[in-house]
């Protein structure tokens, strides 16, 4: 009779919750990389990805892995994206780095939320 094994290992892979911190961390770490010719085709190369886990383990001291840093750029664009398209030609809209939300008179989100309520979050929502 063979003998069946079953594995009884499960790779836990460790999840992050990604703190504002982390987040201008691992920005700061992509222009870096950006600035030192580590992106070709608008891809970042492995050699950037290896720079950035390195730093940021340093800097955060969390065991970042290619994976972490690859899903939260992902991430981070799609929320890009989502507010490039929202205020993308839209009048009387300005960042505001500081609280880092988009900023309007009230007449001028009112008239904005008309359209499509599903924006109402950006009004008080940090991205």
């Given at each position: 009779?063979?003998?069946?094994?079953?594995?009884?290992?499960?790779?836990?892979?460790?999840?992050f919750?990604?703190?504002?911190?982390?987040?201008?961390?691992?920005?700061?770490?992509?222009?870096?990389?950006?600035?030192l010719?580590?992106?070709?085709?608008?891809?970042?190369?492995?050699?950037?990805?290896?720079?950035?886990?390195?730093?940021?383990?340093?800097?955060?001291?969390?065991?970042?892995?290619?994976?972490?840093?690859?899903?939260?750029?992902?991430?981070?664009?799609?929320n890009?994206?989502?507010?490039?398209?929202?205020?993308?030609?839209?009048?009387?809209?300005?960042?505001?780095?500081?609280?880092?939300?988009?900023?309007?008179?009230?007449?001028?989100?009112?008239?904005?939320?008309?359209?499509?309520?599903?924006?109402?979050?950006?009004?008080?929502?940090?991205?």
């Amino acid at each position: 009779m063979g003998n069946k094994s079953k594995k009884n290992y499960v790779a836990r892979r460790d999840v992050f919750k990604w703190t504002e911190r982390m987040d201008d961390a691992f920005i700061n770490a992509l222009v870096r990389q950006q600035r030192l010719g580590n992106r070709v085709d608008r891809v970042f190369t492995t050699a950037a990805y290896d720079n950035m886990v390195r730093e940021l383990r340093e800097n955060i001291g969390m065991p970042f892995e290619k994976d972490h840093l690859k899903n939260r750029l992902k991430t981070l664009k799609n929320n890009f994206k989502e507010c490039f398209d929202i205020f993308n030609g839209a009048n009387g809209f300005v960042w505001s780095p500081e609280n880092k939300v988009w900023v309007a008179k009230p007449e001028t989100w009112k008239a904005f939320v008309k359209v499509c309520l599903h924006f109402l979050s950006c009004l008080t929502s940090n991205i």
